[in-house]
């Protein structure tokens, strides 16, 4: 199982960035697959969650509205689409998957058993 994030970048507040977690070894769509994001001196945080099987999502109430996940299969890739960014978005962000028979979605990252290298998301104010 292997997962790898990509596309973060400096961005201006307003600006948008799309995050891409590509995996391998293992189905996608039969595990959720969430986004977390941790500041620097702050606790790692679930930021929005995919579910397998059906794809329903689950969003943190700071990114509703702003922030859209998103799922291809044949890539086998997971998106994490951010507009209207503002400063408080900067952090590392990570993708990960949940672990054996783990297809519901959660913001919690006890949950998950697979993460990604983070890529860095910065918000110039």
């Known amino acids: 199982v292997q997962l790898q994030a990509s596309g973060g970048g400096l961005v201006q507040t307003g600006g948008s960035l799309r995050l891409s977690c590509e995996t391998s070894?293992?189905?996608?769509?039969?595990?959720?697959i969430g986004w977390f994001r941790q500041a620097p001196g702050k606790e790692r945080e679930g930021v929005s969650c995919?579910?397998?099987?059906?794809?329903?999502?689950l969003y943190t109430d700071s990114v509703k509205g702003r922030f859209t996940i998103a799922r291809d299969n044949a890539k086998n890739t997971v998106y994490l689409q951010m507009d209207n960014l503002k400063p408080e978005d900067t952090a590392v962000y990570y993708c990960?998957?949940?672990?054996?028979?783990?297809?519901?979605?959660?913001?919690?990252?006890?949950?998950?058993?697979?993460w990604g290298q983070g890529t860095q998301v910065t918000v110039s104010s």
């Open positions: 990960a998957r949940r672990g054996p028979s783990g297809f519901g979605c959660s913001l919690g990252r006890n949950v998950y058993a697979y």
């Open positions: 995919i579910r397998g099987r059906d794809g329903s999502t």
């Open positions: 070894g293992f189905t996608l769509d039969s595990y959720a």
